[in-house]
């Protein structure tokens, strides 16, 4: 698998890998408790952001060493009508374990830039470049089952529940659920 050609360009945004003025860009989205209620990670900080910032630098590809590709999600010109910093989340494509076809893909998005279809059409030019262009066999996504906007998100992509798993992950001080969904090549040839 070769480079990628960046920052991809959707219809109303941009997706671009990360530079070190990210960490203020993300802080204030990151370290809001709503944003980080699903995640595993608690609120950031400041220091947690430069740390964080830093390590999503160089996941620049799958092909790379790092072997992920770490977008954030700006708006494209010509779309202000956001509240503040242009920079609206995240969206990462990681490579599962020692295999070469398989990956994960995880989302976040200022809540500010919520419903408007933003992380969707973001994970849809994500999910195209995972199978277009990396060739992947599976997709897959996880995450708390009460994150129902997360799980919405999944099934609006065409990704396809595939386990609930009971009270799996120790997080934040109990026991939880998690949902998996997945996508396969072979799902998107029949679309
Ligand atoms: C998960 C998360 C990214 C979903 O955000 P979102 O705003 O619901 O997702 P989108 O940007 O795709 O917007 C979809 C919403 O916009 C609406 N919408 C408006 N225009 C749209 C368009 N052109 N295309 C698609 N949806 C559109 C949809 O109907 C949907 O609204 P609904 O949920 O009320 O039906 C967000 O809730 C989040 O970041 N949560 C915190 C972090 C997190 O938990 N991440 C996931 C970890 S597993």
């Known amino acids: ?20 003025s990210d960490a203020d860009a993300h802080l204030p989205i990151l370290s809001r408790e709503d944003v980080s209620r699903f995640l595993l990670n608690d609120p950031w900080t400041a220091e947690v952001a430069r740390t964080e910032i830093a ?11 790092s072997r992920a590709l770490a977008l ?17 989340g995240d969206i990462a494509l990681w490579l599962d374990g020692e295999s070469e076809r398989k990956a994960e893909i995880g989302w976040i998005l200022d809540p500010a830039a919520g419903g408007h279809g ?10 195209n470049v995972a199978f277009d262009h990396y060739d992947l066999h599976r ?13 919405k998100m999944a099934a609006r992509l065409g990704m ?14 109990e026991w939880t659920d998690t949902v998996i969904f997945g996508m396969l090549s072979s799902d998107r040839q029949r679309t």
């Not at 390590?55 to 060493?65: F, H, M, Q």
């Not at 954030?72 to 609206?88: C, K, P, Q, W, Y």
């Not at 933003?118 to 999910?127: D, M, N, P, R």
């Not at 396809?160 to 001080?173: I, V």
């Open 1 to 20: 698998m070769g480079p990628l050609s960046l920052p991809l360009i959707t219809e109303r945004l941009r997706l671009r890998t990360y530079r070190e």
């Open 55 to 65: 390590k999503r630098i160089p996941r620049t590809g799958l092909e790379t060493e």
């Open 72 to 88: 954030v999600i700006e708006t494209a010109d010509g779309l202000d009508a956001i509240e503040g910093s242009r920079v609206l």
């Open 118 to 127: 933003f992380a969707t059409e973001a994970a849809t030019a994500v999910l």
């Open 139 to 151: 997709v897959f996504a996880q995450m708390d089952a009460r994150n129902t906007a997360s799980v």
């Open 160 to 173: 396809r529940q595939e386990a609930h798993l009971r009270r799996d992950w120790w997080s934040k001080g």
